[in-house]
């Protein structure tokens, strides 16, 4: 199902670059890149020091609110080296290609939480991915297993559709990339279209049929000690509990919204009686039916000339739920209006309904739909 979706969500996100074959891979890195991995592994094996250059600002927006720092802000933190990947993972800038076959990695606290950098091979001073776990998070962790948001980075796998083409993520779009770190070095990547965008200020959920295991990063000796199977089951998990709470922040949001109370012209049964005509053609067209309406408004509004004073037009505005062709309920606003004439008011006319103004245009409970 996944591989399925992936066809159409991805699809703005395709690049026409593949990735090489394994043989091929050693090609792609320049011996300045080479150099740096060498000398970075054989420094840690010699010395026992790791790799405390402070990360590179990579310019990505935090999905989380707040201000997120680029990296950890414990400087002393040591960059573990060595850690491998199970899959192959790339990234890309502009018309840079590279395969990334090691990496190191720093931890430490930062503002919204616990933070872990990614650093890459090809360059061991590049923050290249950058992940958080707030409180927020947090809360939803499995024992033993924390969960992470990438807040900045990007990176490219072999496009689960077509791996004869790379697909890149990063902090935009319509996938969302968390990590679950299993171990002290061991860390689990994986994506998927997500609902939500804390709409209720509430975590993001995966969606369950659209999430995959990206990659798996941990040291050589450790990293077939996981499967990317086992890794799933804890990520699904994980995501079940986020799209719980989402569900219920959402039905407890929808339960609050009523329909605003009636007017002194509410009343008035000729005003009522042209309002759930014109309604009716209106939503009709969209195969929505009307439920409930009301008028608002205790006296008409007037509308004057800006410059001369003189009387434009009156209106009122009202209020009505529907049930739409997909079994939804929602409420909705609508404006009668009445042009003046010179010495009164016209017959009345249908203002339209009302868009992009709350608490118009949202889904209602349908148990409150109607008083």
């Not at 948001?149 to 796998?157: D, F, K, Q, R, V």
């Not at 309920?329 to 010495?343: A, R």
Request: glycine share 8%.
């Amino acid at each position: 199902m996944f591989k399925q979706k992936l066809t159409y969500l991805f699809a703005i996100l395709f690049l026409a670059v593949s990735l090489p074959a394994e043989a091929q891979l050693g090609k792609m890195l320049k011996n300045k890149v080479k150099k740096a991995a060498q000398e970075a592994v054989s420094n840690d094996a010699s010395s026992g020091d790791a790799n405390t250059t402070k990360p590179r600002p990579s310019g990505r927006k935090s999905r989380m609110p707040g201000s997120v720092p680029r990296g950890p802000q414990a400087s002393s933190e040591k960059a573990t080296l060595s850690l491998q990947f199970k899959d192959i993972i790339g990234y890309s800038s502009g018309r840079s290609n590279h395969i990334i076959k090691a990496a190191n990695y720093r931890q430490g606290e930062a503002e919204q939480g616990h933070a872990v950098v990614i650093y890459p091979d090809f360059d061991l001073d590049f923050a290249w991915l950058e992940f958080i776990s707030p409180p927020i998070l947090d809360a939803f962790a499995l024992d033993g297993v924390r969960v992470y948001e990438m807040t900045s980075g990007s990176y490219a796998i072999q496009h689960p559709a077509d791996p004869n083409h790379q697909l890149n993520l990063d902090t935009s779009g319509l996938i969302l990339t968390r990590m679950l770190k299993l171990d002290e070095d061991v860390f689990v990547l994986y994506a998927g279209a997500f609902q939500g965008g804390h709409s209720y200020n509430v975590p993001s959920y995966v969606k369950p049929g659209d999430l995959t295991i990206t990659n798996i990063i941990a040291p050589p000796e450790k990293l077939n000690l996981f499967s990317k199977e086992k890794a799933k089951e804890m990520a699904l998990a994980i995501e079940a509990k986020f799209k719980a709470n989402y569900e219920e922040a959402a039905a407890a949001n929808l339960a609050s919204i009523k329909i605003p109370k009636a007017g002194k012209l509410d009343a008035n049964t000729s005003l009522k009686n042209f309002a759930k005509a014109e309604i009716n053609k209106v939503i009709n067209k969209d195969g929505a039916k009307l439920m409930y309406h009301r008028i608002e408004s205790n006296d008409w509004s007037i509308v004057h000339h800006k410059i001369t004073g003189r009387p434009l037009y009156r209106w009122i505005k009202g209020a009505f739920t529907e049930t739409t062709r997909q079994g939804d309920c929602k409420l909705q606003g609508f404006i009668l209006k009445q042009q003046y004439n010179g010495s009164g008011y016209s017959n009345t006319t249908f203002g339209g309904v009302i868009h992009g103004q709350m608490p118009y245009g949202q889904k209602i409970d349908c148990k409150n739909a109607q008083p």
